[in-house]
């Protein structure tokens, strides 16, 4: 269950956690949290996805109020509504996440390659402008046009041969 | 919901936000719902991305990865039925009439590369699991639970943590990152960068790797002993979990009353990657036991052949005493068919631990310590290939490895090694030879592969020397076609007068002789097959020992 659902709850903490170091140790977290109170779930896959992502939004808002001096933190309101948001409509998350895999596979493929290297650990936008011969300001254009349209495609209802 | 909305999202997820946009952002992301509901889309995109490319699975992987029902064949066979009926009660139907969504769903999955498994099987020793009989070497190591009866299990996770788990017991991955352990003997060692958090749950504790290699055993009383050889780990309470503490090599006593159930113990040493390496190189014999371009194969085990059949191929220098010899004595030739190379019987010298655990080598330990065999015939192309390990100092100017009883025709070959460490070749009536570029590497304490080719390149002849997979030195001799070494010596020299000289103080492991000349790059995998796999990988290795 936790396997299957991971995606989705991974996505919906990257809602409520802008760093992705802070964001990789509440994923830990909640990881861990819903390992150890597995024993007291009762439920389907569709109910852990949400019991999941409610943990999430708990370790999140701890992990924000830790972060409480910072000015460049979105406010402790703000992150409570995406969170509640994200938990009613977990269902939309789980659409997003199988749509992506297709959308991804329908990009032209230079394009696919350029979005996956980007996301790649070991790579930095300005070595992969350099290789690409154009300034990283270009390349983060480009990388944000992709994201655009994957995220246009990633709005086209889903085929019924998937599901969470 | 604008592009300048759109803009701003992807500009707060990349991290690159100006301070003077982040009010604006916030504002306009409070009050409009279609910029929250697109900022979670966006989320999700971003989230995903970044998840693969650490390698965590995709959806379609997971679905993979997760078994089936018993009753899922009989349904897979019971619609083939079906559709074998359609397509054959409707002859006339062109094929695609239209794209369904699993013409699509296929189209699309021959798009996707294969992922690899979320941890790669590099190496397994006598293992044996709970609940299958399918061989290791099958097995996906994705999310799931492993339990292990016996044995021993090397894994390495994205490319960048080396887990090491010994049974019994069994172990659960989770992700990429987190491994839960009920019960078993785990080493753990980060490679690189990438592998740091990378976490062990126990039943009690959640040890955090911050870059570092610790030996953890789990018991299923529920006490850990845990000891630290490198770096620094982070020990966490899964009771009350705000409490953590830092364990370095340094540490000696667990300083908070929560953590009661971990014990440090500084003796804890579970296997290291390697050691498993027994299995491999065990498989690289069976291999060189058929291949037809071997002569000799050597690994000083005890035979397990009776003495009538040891003593029907002899090396003649013990022929006189072959009724006074114990079968402890014999090195018995391994090729299954070639009877070129004689077995070999030694002298002055004893069994003692190999390359690997279980494992025996030949510890020519006297002044007089050498092994013997016979090579029956001249070879315009021979190789030969051992590892060696110094014990001690090399004692004399020359430590003789490998040549004839006898130094007294063209063909005879010499390779020594000097009290420095250095490895010298002569060839007997070619004083003038001279070595090109000679190295200056030498034989360190550890375990050295040492081999030599000899054999035409082009129109030359050319008698090479390598050291650890690389080319040592080479000459290109002017008379001699062909190696002769008929009675062979092994481990020191036998002068004029029948006495035995310039003893190598070494223990002798994998000798294998070829009548092919081996290319460098046979020569670099040929190494690189003995050595612990994850050094292979050019991975840059946080801290362990090299050496098996």
């Known amino acids: ?92 998350t789980s659409q997003w996440v199988v749509k992506l895999e297709h959308c991804l596979t329908e990009l032209p493929a230079p394009n696919r390659d350029l979005i996956k290297r980007a996301y790649s650990p070991n790579q930095s936008i300005k070595e992969l402008a350099k290789e690409k011969e154009t300034t990283p300001d270009a390349l983060y254009q480009k990388l944000r046009r992709i994201r655009k349209a994957l995220a246009k495609c990633m709005d086209v209802p889903p085929s019924p041969s998937y599901s969470i | 919901m604008n592009d300048s909305d759109h803009e701003l999202i992807q500009l707060y997820l990349d991290g690159n936000l100006p301070d003077h946009k982040w009010k604006e952002f916030s504002q306009r992301l409070e009050r409009s719902a279609d910029m929250r509901r697109e900022f979670r889309k966006l989320s999700v995109l971003d989230e995903n991305l970044r998840a693969q490319s650490l390698g965590f699975p995709n959806l379609a992987e997971r679905e993979q990865n997760t078994t089936p029902p018993s009753y899922l064949p009989w349904l897979v066979a019971a619609a083939c039925l079906v559709l074998t009926f359609i397509s054959w009660s409707t ?19 021959s798009v996707l590369e294969p992922a690899p498994p979320i941890a790669k099987l590099i190496d397994f020793y006598d293992l044996q699991f709970k609940n299958t009989d399918k061989p290791v070497e099958d097995i996906c190591f994705d999310i799931g639970k492993y339990e292990i009866e016996r044995g021993q299990l090397h894994l390495r996770f994205n490319n960048s943590v080396e887990l090491l788990f010994s049974g019994p017991g069994s172990f659960e991955i989770l992700n990429p990152k987190l491994v839960s352990v009920t019960q078993g003997n785990v080493r753990t060692i980060v ?222 070959l010499s390779i020594e090694v000097t009290r420095s460490g250095k490895l010298k070749q002569f060839l007997w009536g070619e004083p003038h030879i001279q070595e090109l570029q000679p190295s200056k590497r030498k034989l360190s304490r550890d375990w050295n592969h040492i081999a030599y080719t000899f054999g035409k390149v082009g129109e030359k002849t050319v008698s090479s020397l390598y050291l650890n997979g690389k080319l040592y030195n080479e000459v290109f001799p002017n008379f001699t076609n062909s190696i002769v070494l008929r009675n062979v010596i092994i481990g020191c020299l036998n002068n004029k007068d029948g006495k035995y000289l310039n003893q190598f103080n070494a223990v002798l492991d994998e000798l294998v002789l070829f009548r092919k000349t081996l290319t460098k790059e046979e020569i670099e995998k040929f190494y690189h097959s003995g050595l612990p796999t994850y050094e292979l990988n050019n991975l840059s290795l946080a801290a362990t020992s090299v050496a098996p």
Request: hydrophobic residues 35%.
């Open chain 1, 1 to 92: 269950m936790l396997a299957k659902s991971e995606p989705v709850i991974r996505a919906y903490l990257r809602s409520l956690v802008q760093d992705y170091h802070d964001h990789s140790e509440i994923m830990q977290n909640v990881f861990i949290t819903t390992w150890d109170k597995f024993s007291t779930f009762e439920g389907d896959q569709e109910d852990f996805c949400k019991w999941a992502c409610v943990i999430a939004r708990f370790e999140a808002l701890k992990h924000r109020q830790t972060k409480a001096r910072d000015r460049l933190v979105l406010s402790e309101e703000l992150i409570s509504k995406i969170a509640d948001e994200g938990i009613q409509e977990h269902q939309k």
């Open chain 2, 191 to 412: 490679l690189n960068d990438k592998g740091k958090e990378f976490t062990i749950l126990s039943p009690t504790s959640r040890y955090i790797d911050w870059g570092t290699e610790f030996s953890l055993n789990i018991s299923s009383s529920g006490e850990d002993l845990v000891n630290v050889h490198e770096g620094a780990i982070e020990v966490q309470c899964l009771a009350t979990q705000n409490k953590s503490q830092m364990l370095t090599r340094f540490s000696k006593v667990i300083d908070s009353p929560e953590f009661t159930p971990v014990l440090i113990d500084k003796q804890l040493e579970n296997s290291m990657p390697g050691e498993m390496g027994g299995y491999r190189n065990q498989e690289l014999f069976d291999k060189l036991a058929t291949d037809p371009d071997v002569i000799g194969l050597y690994d000083f085990k005890l035979p397990l052949a009776d003495k009538d059949v040891l003593l029907q191929r002899i090396p003649q220098s013990w022929e006189s005493s072959k009724n006074n010899l114990t079968p402890n004595r014999w090195v018995p030739n391994l090729h299954l068919s070639n009877t070129n190379a004689s077995h070999g019987i030694f002298h002055g010298a004893n069994r003692t631990n190999g390359r690997w655990p279980q494992a025996n080598g030949l510890n020519l330990f006297q002044k007089n310590a050498h092994l013997s065999l016979d090579i029956n015939q001249n070879y315009e192309n021979f190789s030969f290939s051992c590892w060696l390990k110094p014990i001690g100092k090399l004692n004399n100017p020359l430590n003789s490895l490998i040549r004839p009883y006898r130094w007294k025709k063209l063909g005879n």
């Open chain 2, 91 to 109: 002859p006339t139907q062109s094929f695609p009439a239209s794209t369904s969504p699993e013409t699509k769903q296929v189209q699309l999955a």
